[in-house]
């Protein structure tokens, strides 16, 4: 395992989500997919949110962080617009393009646990 902490994966594209747990698990993140219980908000390190999970990724990750999830987070989009690059900016999240090219995922993932190790 590259880290003990989950990557908490909220993406509801079936063929999109299976796609990230095998790559992500490959590379020995551990992945937990949705929020099954409040508690598991604690144990995440990274969130990937699609932008479009539950109608707005952004508006989920803002009702995360009012339940006190503070794990950094990546948004994944398609052809983002300057008003969206903009909402990830203002949310302090990162974003990815889709569709997914070589490894800047895991890159982004990989640099979240330096940050926590430093800190």
């Known amino acids: ?10 993406v509801e594209d079936i063929s999109v989500l299976s796609a990230l747990r095998f790559s992500l698990s490959v590379e020995g993140f551990e992945i ?19 932008e ?4 707005d990724g952004l508006v989920a990750l803002d009702g ?3 339940q006190g999830c503070c794990a950094p987070a990546i948004i994944l989009a398609t052809n983002p ?3 969206l690059r903009a909402r990830v900016a203002a949310a302090n ?7 997914l090219l070589g490894d800047e995922l895991s890159s982004a ?5 330096e940050t926590r190790k430093a800190a």
Request: glycine content about 6%.
């Open 81 to 83: 617009t300057v008003k």
């Open 52 to 55: 479009c999970y539950a109608g």
């Open 64 to 66: 995360l962080k009012r």
């Open 1 to 10: 395992m590259v880290d003990q902490a989950k990557i908490l994966l909220l």
């Open 93 to 99: 999240a990162e974003l990815i393009e889709k569709p």
């Open 109 to 113: 993932i990989r640099a979240i646990f």
């Open 32 to 50: 937990a997919e949705g929020i099954a219980k409040e508690g598991d908000l604690s144990t995440a390190a990274a969130l990937v949110i699609d």
